[in-house]
Structure formats: structure tokens, C-alpha cells
């Protein structure tokens, strides 16, 4: 529940967004996306449900927030594992085994949630982001030599994220880091 008063209005409306996603999270991992209504997460963030709709039309808008938040914060993380290490093969390694994981974890929500959050320009702008990330980290390894460069990399940055999208199915962490040691084979020269 957000504080009544912050130091600054625009810092109370920060806190009061985030506390409505947070419970709007809460309630659709409780008791499914189709059956939260706005007047149950007005209650749960401690708010009125007139105050809720100056931030929000319905569930789906703050479930898109919620999720274009989420992606961000994926986004963010994948960018501090390539800016981590100096060697490109060891920042390529671990940017693929972050994006693995978060893959496997994408497929872990009920089927209609994934439907209803995995649609959306900005879905298809993180996934660009994504293989952009991935080709630079190509290029800067393949001018090292440790990937080969018989393949352009744009083209290796596709065959690695489609390929690490079938993290997804995999039961295990150990299944998913095989599964990346598989795809990194497959690009050494």
C-alpha cells in the first residue's frame, strides 16, 4: 500500500503505479488474469477505484505495464552481463545464459496470461533489442576469433535466440545450460 504523501507528487503517483502493479501481480497469480477485477485490486493496493481509473482503464492496460516493466527489467540486466567482462566470448556467454533462463521462465504462466501479455509492439521491440545485443556481442567475438565468422552475425544472433526460446521446455536449469553449451558450439570457428 502506497504512503499517502511522498516528498513530490510525481513520487506519490510512481509509488501508487507501482503498488497497482504489484498487486495487480499478485491477485492474477492468485486467482488466474480472467477473474481480477479492478475493484478487487483497488482494494488490495489500499486505494479507491476512482483513483485506480485515473491511472488505469481496465486490468489488461495495467497487466501490458506490468509486463512492459517486467521486460525492461530483463532488458537492463541483459546489458549489465555484456558491459561485465572484457573478453566478448565470456559476456556473449553469459548474455545467452541469462536469456535462456528468462525464456524458461516466460513459459511458466498459464497459457491465457502468455497469450494475453506476449502480444504488443513492445514484445517485438524487446525481442529486436534482444538480437541486436546478441549480434554485437557476434561481431566483437568473432573479431577475437573465438566465433566464427563464416556466418554473418546477425544470422548467428538469429540461430542463437531461436534456439534458446526452446529453454522454454526444458524441465531444469541444467537442462537450459546444456542447452546454451549446445548452441555456443555451434558457433566456435
Request: aromatic content about 10%; hydrophobic content about 35%.
Given at each position: 500500500m502506497p504512503k499517502l504523501w511522498n516528498e513530490t507528487i510525481e513520487a506519490h503517483r510512481r509509488e501508487v503505479?507501482?503498488?497497482i502493479l504489484q498487486a495487480t501481480w499478485?491477485?492474477?497469480?492468485?486467482?488466474?488474469p480472467l477473474s481480477v477485477t479492478m475493484s478487487q485490486i483497488a482494494e488490495k493496493t489500499g486505494i479507491g477505484r476512482?483513483?485506480?481509473?485515473?491511472?488505469f482503464p481496465d486490468v489488461e492496460t495495467i497487466l501490458h505495464a506490468w509486463h512492459q516493466r517486467h521486460i525492461a527489467g530483463h532488458l537492463e540486466h541483459l546489458g549489465q552481463l555484456n558491459a561485465g567482462a572484457d573478453d566478448p566470448m565470456q559476456r556473449l556467454e553469459a548474455v545467452l545464459n541469462a536469456y535462456a533462463l528468462i525464456c524458461r521462465q516466460r513459459t511458466r504462466h498459464d497459457a491465457a496470461l502468455a497469450a494475453l501479455l506476449h502480444r504488443g509492439d513492445y514484445v517485438?521491440?524487446?525481442q529486436q533489442h534482444v538480437h541486436d545485443l546478441v549480434k554485437q556481442l557476434m561481431t566483437a567475438a568473432a573479431a577475437t576469433g573465438d566465433v566464427r565468422?563464416?556466418?554473418?552475425?546477425?544470422?548467428?544472433?538469429?540461430?542463437c535466440v531461436h534456439a534458446l526460446m526452446a529453454a522454454g521446455s526444458l524441465r531444469s536449469e541444467a537442462a537450459v545450460r546444456r542447452l546454451v553449451t549446445v548452441t555456443l558450439d555451434g558457433l566456435r570457428p
Open positions: 503505479h507501482d503498488a499478485a491477485l492474477v497469480t492468485e486467482h488466474g476512482a483513483t485506480l481509473y485515473k491511472y517485438d521491440e524487446a565468422d563464416d556466418v554473418r552475425p546477425e544470422e548467428l544472433a538469429a540461430y
